[in-house]
């Protein structure tokens, strides 16, 4: 398998590019519509056929460059159960598994930060997480019905039970951390580690964020594969 994570220095995102090396099938997974040029480059130099692109929620910080993808290659565009994108192709739901060659990308349902989030087990050993669980923190729960309660439960019940080898790959990061465990973030995370679901619930309700600075423009957008709304 090929694996790479990509990165959005505007908005800290990752992407991750999953080939299997047999069928020169690819997959990407969070993709942004401001590096669609550098991810056909990249399918192109080496040789890959993109034929999913999957997403973990509608994402409010950034637009997502699936549809533009889409058009310039046919490739499948695939988003969670419920997510409110009409445009997609398919919807994932709990538990599906999205086989591409030998490769296998299990759905996990980590509701929470948004109310139709998934993260991705990729074959058993690699976690994508999204924006549920971070490298040392977890994704917000203040809108797009986010809920504190359930985004505990989903990662104590749904990731935290996972092999503490299991690697952890986020969908963000904000300090330069790349990859992480299952392991580590069971022990050191100071969003989880200690923490009573009501202590958890009484942190996330209390940090009073600012919005991200996309949000007018990127969730309309996102529930359309990355179109921009025209305004009359």
């Known amino acids: 398998m090929l694996f790479r994570q990509l990165f959005d220095p505007e908005t800290s995102t990752y992407t991750y590019l999953l080939a299997d090396l047999k069928t020169q099938e690819a997959v990407l997974v969070d993709p942004v519509l401001e590096q669609v040029g550098r991810e056909l480059q990249l399918l192109q130099e080496l040789g890959l056929s993109l034929r999913y692109c999957l997403e973990t929620h509608i994402h409010a910080d950034h637009i997502t460059g699936s549809g ?27 538990g599906e598994v999205l086989q591409v060659g030998e490769i296998e990308i299990e759905a996990i349902a980590t509701p929470g930060h948004t109310d139709s989030h998934m993260a991705y087990l990729v074959n058993g050993e690699k976690l994508l997480t999204g924006d549920s669980l971070l490298i040392r923190g977890c994704g ?7 809920d504190p309660g359930l985004l505990y439960d989903a990662i104590t019940q749904r990731l935290f039970t996972l092999p503490d080898r299991t690697e952890v790959y986020p969908g963000h990061d904000y300090k330069g ?15 989880l580690a200690g923490q009573t679901r009501e202590s958890f619930i009484a942190l996330m309700k209390g940090l009073n964020l600012p919005n991200p600075k996309k949000i007018a423009e990127a969730v309309p957008a996102n529930q359309r594969c990355g179109k921009v709304p025209v305004l009359a």
């Open 68 to 94: 533009q993808l889409r058009e310039a290659t046919g490739c499948t565009s695939i988003v969670p159960q419920k997510a409110g994108a009409q445009c997609a192709d398919r919807w994932m739901t709990d």
């Open 140 to 146: 917000r729960t203040d809108f797009q019905s986010g």
């Open 177 to 191: 951390c790349m990859v992480s465990t299952i392991g580590e973030e069971k022990q050191f995370n100071p969003r």
